[in-house]
């Protein structure tokens, strides 16, 4: 899981089907199955490495006033 962390936070996008293989084949439940679904969406997963934008500050906002709504 260390080297997920690594690839997003350096945004190595060449990695991402080297690590996808590595966790399907090492025989952890759990894992082989995170990877799975990664695969099924891999384009998004591929644009979240290469881009560099992030809808982290709006999506933080819009959460906020969630709940602050929540609490009227």
Request: net charge neutral.
């Amino acid at each position: 899981m260390q080297q997920l962390t690594t690839m997003f936070g350096e945004r190595q996008v060449n990695d991402l089907d080297n690590w996808l293989d590595d966790c399907r084949q090492n025989g952890v439940v759990c894992l082989s199955s995170f990877a799975r679904g990664l695969q099924k969406d891999c384009a998004a997963v591929r644009a979240a490495l290469e881009n560099e934008c992030s809808s982290g500050q709006v999506e933080g906002q819009v959460n906020r006033l969630k709940f602050i709504k929540r609490q009227m």
